[in-house]
């Protein structure tokens, strides 16, 4: 367990700053806790009703709901039984990242683009969602992209699954010692710290499988860092990379 806990932190510490990088871009103000209530994860209740046929939130309903471009019926409650969900599939790796993720990082931060590198960006960013769907960072260069060839339907859409699946996060807690935030990947610890507009600054590994990340101050924001639960993940590292 112990190794496992140092490549968690190694794969934090390589993705901080990539969500550094995308908080210069822009700091979004949403707050989805303002909409949703707090509700602890259980996830012997999403396992069950993410393997029962007869329930609403049976996965492979959601995953068709999640892959209709015309579907924006999931309830919040949908979108945490997908996003938690995921760990009970058999291809769910909590360190899974795209081959095609690096070619499109490279070229997005190459900033202007010409069409040619928007196609480039767009067509690689596409085949990484297709890879590992709940790459955060992948969908916002996906976004991005999308606007800048002005197919602006499609980018609402991802925008759309990009905001619900923060929401499904942050429902799950308030980001204290009490009430962590529960992800399901490192990359996701980043991702909210740079959806809130604060920046990294420091990770720390707790007991029970609590990370713990210091953030930079920010005017008007008494945050000084932010607590993750990534208790499930870990579990299932060690299940999958027992000789790790």
């Known amino acids: 367990m112990r190794y496992i806990v140092t490549i968690i ?17 822009e700091v979004p103000e949403r707050n989805p806790q303002s909409k949703f209530a707090i509700k602890k994860v259980d996830f012997d209740h999403v396992r069950e009703v993410i393997t029962n046929p007869k329930n609403a939130y049976y996965y492979p309903k959601l995953m068709k709901a ?32 795209s081959v095609y993720s690096n070619k499109v990082e490279e070229l997005y931060y190459k900033q202007p683009h010409s069409r040619a590198e928007c196609d480039t960006i767009e067509h690689y960013a596409e085949l990484s969602l297709n890879d590992n769907m709940f790459d955060m960072n992948q969908m916002n260069f996906y976004i991005y992209v999308l ?22 996060i942050m429902s799950s807690g308030r980001g204290t010692k009490e009430e962590p935030w529960v992800v399901i ?4 610890e980043y991702n ?22 210091k953030v930079q101050p920010v005017a008007g924001k008494s945050a000084e860092g932010f607590y993750f639960d990534i208790s499930r ?8 990379f027992p000789d790790i």
């Open 66 to 97: 999640y892959t209709s471009y015309s579907d924006t019926t999931m309830s919040i409650e949908a979108w945490r039984n997908f996003y938690y969900g995921y760990t009970f599939q058999e291809d769910y790796d909590p360190f899974r990242e």
């Open 147 to 168: 606007k800048e060839k002005k197919k602006h339907a499609r980018a609402a859409m991802w925008q759309y699954r990009l905001d619900r699946l923060i929401a499904a």
């Open 233 to 240: 993940m870990m579990q299932i590292a060690a299940l999958k």
């Open 9 to 25: 932190t190694a794969l934090i510490l390589a993705w901080a700053s990539v969500a550094t990088a995308q908080n210069r871009q």
């Open 192 to 213: 909210i710290i740079n959806f809130l507009g604060f920046v990294a600054t420091d990770h720390e590994t707790l007991d029970g499988g609590i990370d713990y990340i």
């Open 185 to 188: 990947t490192p990359e996701h």
